[in-house]
């Protein structure tokens, strides 16, 4: 360690980070990144920014630890932090994702809000609804948001299946562990995209993956737009193979007007929110707190990114 300040480059969310990470950590010196202070003090950058330029500037020699507020890092310009440690706030956002993933399978069975009425219908007491009891939930990724959700869906008493990109036991007890994405596509009433985007999974959900999938089924994307192809996504909505999609990642953000997964019947789009909760930015922050004095003492960090590999 080379310094003694933290570098703050805030981003989009930089006025309200800055006031948590003040609150959060009082006996540290947090300096705006890019100023001569940080450049002479600062070992450790914390961020939001995902500009290449922006990053680089905010580099500077003492920089050896880079933090990402963020989840999610494929946006983020992995090329200029060299050979420094980097890190993100992986998991932050996973229990208000899961209950987010929950909410839009409950939608999609008991027909909400289709469900509700505001006057009298043509047969009270009468409906054909679904339910989550021994429905087949399927998760694309096992990472902290597939878990979060897996265990969600086991309350529920889901049979719940995975996929991993390494074969290996399931993090969650009572979780079956698939061997290939289509024997997990049709085996699943709710497929769940979780897996980060990386040129491996780009377009992982395409008309092959889509071919396997149940009919009826219903498709929740809460990763990143990128893992589904999205015209092939309409094309499997469009003949009836697919039952519904939830999504809340699309590419590209935001959609431009007009698109048609904006009026598709069969489509159910957010923008981008399903990891919002009072208690989001909270984790976002303990976390950070937490790294920062695992790295201060010298034991290892939490939420590495392997710059190789993409996540």
């Known amino acids: 360690m080379t310094g003694s300040a933290v570098a703050v480059h805030g981003g989009r969310f930089g006025e309200l980070?800055?006031?948590?990470?003040?609150?959060?950590?009082?006996?540290?010196?947090?300096?705006?990144a890019g100023t001569p202070k940080a450049a002479a003090e600062a070992d450790v950058l914390v961020t939001l920014a995902d500009d290449a330029p922006?990053?680089?500037?905010?580099?500077?020699?003492?920089?050896?630890?880079?933090?990402?507020?963020?989840?999610?890092?494929?946006?983020?310009?992995?090329?200029?932090?060299?050979?420094?440690?980097?890190?993100?706030?992986?998991?932050?956002?996973?229990?208000?994702?899961a209950e987010f993933v929950l909410a839009v399978m409950l939608a999609f069975e008991k027909h909400l809000p289709e469900s509700w009425v505001t006057e009298p219908p043509a047969q009270w007491n009468n409906a054909a609804l679904g339910g989550l009891e021994g429905r087949t939930l399927g998760i694309v990724g096992l990472g902290a948001i597939g878990t979060e959700v897996a265990r969600r869906g086991?309350?529920?008493?889901?049979?719940?299946?995975?996929?991993?990109?390494?074969?290996?036991?399931?993090?969650?007890p009572g979780v079956t562990i698939c061997s290939d994405l289509p024997s997990l596509l049709r085996s699943s009433d709710h497929v769940v995209v979780a897996a980060p985007a990386t040129d491996a999974t780009s377009r992982l959900i395409d008309d092959s993956a889509l071919r396997h999938m149940k009919s009826g089924a219903h498709l929740v994307n809460v990763s990143r737009g990128s893992l589904v192809d999205q015209d092939a996504l309409l094309r499997a909505l469009d003949d009836g193979r697919l039952g519904r999609a939830s999504l809340d990642v699309v590419?590209?953000?935001?959609?431009?007007?007009?698109?048609?997964?904006?009026?598709?019947?069969?489509?159910?789009?957010?923008?981008?929110?399903?990891?919002?909760?009072?208690?989001?930015?909270?984790?976002?922050?303990e976390l950070f707190v937490d790294n920062l004095a695992r790295y201060r003492s010298g034991r290892e960090l939490q939420g590495l990114v392997d710059t190789k590999e993409g996540y």
């Open 17 to 32: 980070m800055m006031r948590g990470l003040q609150s959060a950590l009082p006996e540290v010196d947090l300096v705006p």
């Open 54 to 97: 922006v990053i680089a500037d905010a580099l500077s020699d003492g920089i050896d630890w880079v933090h990402i507020l963020g989840a999610g890092v494929d946006g983020f310009p992995i090329g200029v932090v060299g050979d420094r440690t980097l890190t993100c706030s992986r998991g932050a956002g996973a229990p208000a994702i």
């Open 154 to 172: 086991m309350a529920f008493d889901m049979d719940v299946v995975g996929i991993r990109r390494r074969m290996r036991p399931s993090p969650v």
């Open 251 to 285: 590419e590209p953000e935001p959609l431009p007007g007009g698109h048609p997964l904006y009026r598709h019947p069969s489509v159910r789009l957010s923008p981008h929110i399903s990891w919002s909760s009072p208690r989001t930015v909270h984790r976002t922050l």
